[in-house]
């Protein structure tokens, strides 16, 4: 029982009202950063640099709203295997997609 | 584990709370137990967002100037509000796991209602665009006008839209299609959510929560961030990338 319970007091990590004050502040002043970033002319970076900040933004709810920084290996894994997946079948579908007309040009 | 507060199910068992289902080992187990299955919702959910993202992708390659047109309709304004009220009811929904954590029932209440009380803001401005659309004929299937892309009228303030040819302007619903879909859809989210926190604020003003049974608002909380998380992507995808083209 005793493994158990020091098992579970490193489990249970409490993430602290300070660290979501600065994740939620973190992600505000990157809302606006993309809105900004949107106004200006940069061609195809456009999208790049809007999805960029997105991805940093989830990544920051993930690890912190979510606690996954904080979780057990099984939650990382579980949640990677889960967002390399999510690529495989985006990537698999846009690369099939880009590449049709390859060769009859 | 051993605070007092906690109810002992049976003295004869080794202690634990009464909330500890019987096949689980430990608190830290089942609690273990109950991320993980709400993770695999999530991914899930994931998946079938996922699909439409990449319905996106394609069709605003095919059809890009339809695509890039239909974006400027939306309002910047209006969309960054809303991804900033967001925002925040996923930091209130932060702080009531924090509360409910430290067994704060107050805390747990204001962080409840004040979710609440977010995300209806949100699905009020989300409102106020999709009535935007109804009234410039922007609504696939019911209300659709492709001519307002052929002849785009001067908006006030803003430089005069370019008209497209007929064809194209007719793939601008295609467009609004996915717009209605993945809106609708996350609006849709949202709503069931709204639901669940109304039960959970009757519960926590009950105090069903004071005894560390939390569970449920940890969950919800995956779930709350989760939907904040598909906005996060919703918002450059509709509202910004096209703007300059």
């Known amino acids: ?3 158990h319970e020091e098992h579970s007091s490193e489990e249970q990590h409490i993430v602290s009202p300070k660290i979501y004050v600065l994740i939620a502040t973190a992600l505000l002043v990157c809302t606006a950063l993309t809105v ?50 999510f690529l495989i079948l985006v990537g698999m579908s846009m690369s099939d997609y880009i590449s049709r007309a390859w060769g009859s040009f | 584990m051993d605070s007092p507060t906690v109810a002992l199910h049976d003295s004869s068992h080794s202690e634990h ?25 999530l991914l899930t959910e994931i998946m079938f967002f996922g699909g439409m993202f990449t319905a996106y992708l394609i069709y605003r390659n095919w059809y890009y100037p339809a695509f890039v047109a239909g974006s400027h309709t939306l309002s910047i304004v209006l969309g960054t509000t809303n991804t900033a009220v967001l925002i925040t009811s996923s930091f209130t ?6 509360c409910a954590e430290t067994r704060r029932r107050g805390g747990l209440i204001l962080s409840l209602i ?15 665009e999709y009535h935007e659309k109804w009234v410039q004929h922007h609504v696939p299937g019911l209300r659709f006008d492709a001519m307002t892309f052929v002849h785009p009228k001067a908006e006030p303030g803003q430089p005069v839209e ?16 996915l717009y209605f879909a993945m809106t609708g859809m996350h609006a849709l989210h949202m709503i069931i959510g709204m639901g669940l926190l109304i039960y959970m604020l009757i519960r926590a003003i009950r105090g069903a929560y004071d005894n560390g049974n939390i569970a449920f608002i940890e969950n919800f909380g995956l779930y709350w961030h989760f939907v904040d998380i598909v906005w996060i992507f919703l918002f450059p995808l509709l509202y910004l990338i096209s703007r300059h083209q």
């Open chain 1, 1 to 3: 029982m005793s493994a």
């Open chain 1, 36 to 85: 900004a970033a949107s106004y200006l002319e940069l061609g195809a970076w456009n999208a790049v640099v809007a999805l960029a900040i997105a991805v940093f933004k989830a990544s920051l709810v993930v690890l912190f709203f979510m606690h996954i920084k904080y979780s057990s290996k099984l939650l990382k894994l579980t949640v990677g295997a889960g967002l390399f997946t």
């Open chain 2, 17 to 41: 709370p009464s909330y500890q289902r019987h096949h689980f080992v430990s608190m830290a187990q089942q609690k273990d137990s109950a991320s993980f299955g709400m993770w695999l919702f």
């Open chain 2, 93 to 98: 929904m932060a702080m009531g796991v924090w």
């Open chain 2, 114 to 128: 004040l979710t609440l009380v977010l995300g209806l803001a949100f699905l009020g401005i989300k409102s106020v």
């Open chain 2, 162 to 177: 370019p008209g497209l040819p007929l064809d194209m302007a007719q793939h601008t619903e295609v467009y609004f299609s």
